[in-house]
């Protein structure tokens, strides 16, 4: 009996990391749907509007309504009338199928209307090698709308908060504007996230998907802040992409083609990746 036993226990210790692997590739091909899915949805959005979707105004800029069931979209200046001013989630929102989270759902004030899509996780954004769809647990909010709600989260960040990158601070880019080359610049990407406070306030994780122009929705792409694996410490994502995937994390480009790219990637062509117009020649990666 205790030889059964003994044969068993090494045959699932054979097992279980040809289970895992299994697991991982999975979730990893889930994970490259999703980007391919946020990526054609921002060419939606630049089929309708003739730009890609902004990367917001700032953290405190929920998502802004001309009137009840009437959303402001991206404008190419600062002074464009009825500009949104919140994140590029929730501006991709009506081409991912969440239009009715977008418009509102019927909500009766422009207050309700921001708490719903602030509220709501939506399965698209969130990596499952990390984590199913989470939300901030319900608390007082620190800016407009006042209330107290939760936070749906979200896995992945654009590119980039240095401002050089193909999702822009405040006003959306036409294709034109992206002169490397719309499969040489880096789009959107897995962002580095803390296990050990996932569904917590780490300062990179505490707002949503809507925030504009925020750790939570924007990373930097530069020699300072290289792609890195996921930590498990307590802290923060230190403002990178990275992942919980191993090797490296996914990322979608410019042109919505989809790339896993190593941590070791050079920093040289790290740095040009993130940069829609540097004129740099891209190196391989």
């Known amino acids: 009996m205790l030889v059964v036993i003994a044969i068993i226990a090494i045959l699932i210790g054979l097992l279980l990391p040809a289970v895992q692997k299994v697991r991982e590739a999975a979730a990893r091909s889930q994970c490259a749907n999703n980007l391919k899915q946020l990526a054609l949805a921002t060419h939606n959005h630049h089929d309708v ?42 501006q991709i929102l009506p081409f991912i199928e969440q239009s009715a989270l977008w418009s509102g759902n019927g909500q009766s004030s422009i207050a309700n209307a921001q708490i719903q899509a602030i ?25 407009s709308p006042s209330g107290t709600f939760p936070h749906g989260l979200n896995d992945y960040g654009a590119s980039n908060l240095d401002g050089t990158g193909a999702i822009g601070y405040q006003i959306g880019y036409p294709f034109s504007a992206i002169t490397d080359g719309l499969s040489n610049t880096l789009l959107l990407g897995d962002k580095r996230l803390d296990l050990l406070y996932l569904g917590q306030a780490q300062s990179d994780d505490n707002e949503g998907y809507t925030a504009g122009w925020d750790h939570d929705t924007v990373r930097y792409a530069n020699a300072n802040y290289p792609p890195q694996p996921d930590p498990h410490v307590g802290g923060d994502g230190g403002q990178c992409f990275g992942s919980s995937h191993t090797g490296g994390f996914m990322a979608a480009l410019a042109d919505g083609s989809i790339r896993f790219i190593s941590y070791s990637i050079n920093m040289t062509t790290w740095t040009n990746l993130g940069a829609r117009n540097d004129g740099q020649v891209l190196g391989n990666y």
């Open 49 to 90: 509007y003739g730009l890609l979707p902004t990367g917001g105004d700032g953290w405190t800029s929920p998502p802004g309504y001309i009137s009840v069931g009437t959303p402001q979209v991206a404008g190419s200046s600062v002074g464009t009338p009825n500009r949104q001013q919140c994140g590029w989630g929730f």
């Open 119 to 143: 509220s709501t996780p939506i399965k698209t954004f969130f990596c499952p090698s990390r984590r199913a769809p989470q939300a901030l647990p319900a608390q007082a909010n620190w800016y």
